[in-house]
């Protein structure tokens, strides 16, 4: 069985569209989870951060908001070639005042469309997802889960929220669709947890510092673990955490190449390099061991390039 989750970045590309219906074609991915729409271009502004907005401005700017909000739901109905009353999403959002409600809806929609569009039965992440204070009831959330595979057989969610034990909605951290895949994944022991994101697998160092650095094929969980806390942003760290210790085995997939590299993470140990940083520390390990370096700031990105000379990191 497998859990499959698709970033900000691939529901609103048209490449990655495409992609996201030829894995949905096989049979043993059986729950899939949204994240909101992201950016198209450089200069765009995430729905999600657009939700927030929302919530926080007075009427005249709302309304400005709110059009451009209604405009990536226009796009993204255009792209899946899917017809959807966009006055809907409009009064919904006007008409409640709850702003994690709101910011949620960024989700709920945009898991709603691609139900419509690979004709998938859609489960709201708050009829999926129960917390019992800041916690998750893993217990309430696997029930939940397999009631909805036992019915449907395959579903669509979206990512970021639950409810609570009184019905209010939950917000997780910015990243949470990660979580929310990792936690599905987690209750019903599934055998692989697919991410689709915009890269191709973890990088040795980032490479936004370093381009050329070949993908690493296989880690651990403890040492994604190590990357995530620092400067490597493909997965969420919460859901390594979620993850860690599990038979569950993690793919990072990059959603516009599918036949691209990919790293595979299990729990068993690996030998591998890799640097990462935060702050003014850099943290590499080479084989099986782990050091620390406390680098200037000024420093820091000609430190970073030497160190990956050093160990081979660079193609």
């Known amino acids: 069985m497998v859990v499959c989750k698709f970033g900000e970045s691939s529901v609103i590309n048209p490449k990655a569209i495409l992609n996201i219906k030829k894995v949905s074609e096989n049979k043993s991915r059986k729950v899939f989870v949204f994240s909101a729409i992201g950016k198209r271009f450089k200069n765009d502004i995430k729905l999600t951060d657009l939700l927030i907005e929302f919530c926080k401005s007075n009427n005249e700017i709302k309304g400005q908001i709110l059009d451009l909000i209604i405009q990536k739901f226009a796009t993204l109905s255009r792209l899946l070639k899917i017809k959807f009353d966009l006055n809907i999403i409009k009064e919904d959002l006007l008409k409640n005042k709850n702003r994690n409600y709101i910011i949620s809806r960024g989700e709920y929609y945009t898991a709603l469309f691609f139900s419509e569009y690979l004709k998938i039965i859609y489960v709201p992440a708050g009829e999926l997802i129960v917390f019992n204070g800041k916690k998750i009831d893993y217990n309430k959330t696997q029930t939940n889960l397999l009631s909805a595979l036992n ?28 979580v929310s895949g990792a936690i599905l ?22 490479p936004k510092i370093i381009k050329n ?39 990072i997939i990059n959603t516009f190449d599918l036949q691209g590299d990919k790293t595979v993470v299990t729990n068993e140990n690996n030998m591998v390099k ?12 080479v084989g099986n061991k782990n050091f620390k370096i406390i ?10 390039k030497n160190l990956a000379r050093l160990i081979n990191l660079v193609n």
């Open 151 to 178: 019915k449907y057989g395959r579903i669509i969610t979206g990512g970021f929220y639950g409810l609570n034990q009184s019905n209010k909605i939950v917000l997780m951290k910015r990243g949470g669709g990660d």
């Open 185 to 206: 994944a987690k209750v019903i022991n599934a055998d692989t947890y697919e991410n689709y994101t915009d890269v191709c697998g973890i990088k040795p160092i980032n």
């Open 213 to 251: 650095s070949k993908t690493i094929k296989r880690l651990s969980y403890e040492d994604l673990n190590v990357l995530t806390k620092n400067d490597c942003s493909a997965l969420s760290n919460e859901a390594v955490k979620i993850l860690n210790k599990t038979e569950i085995k993690t793919l």
């Open 274 to 285: 890799f640097i990462c940083f935060k702050g003014d520390k850099i943290t590499a390990k």
């Open 295 to 304: 680098s200037d700031k000024r420093y820091m990105i000609s430190n970073l």
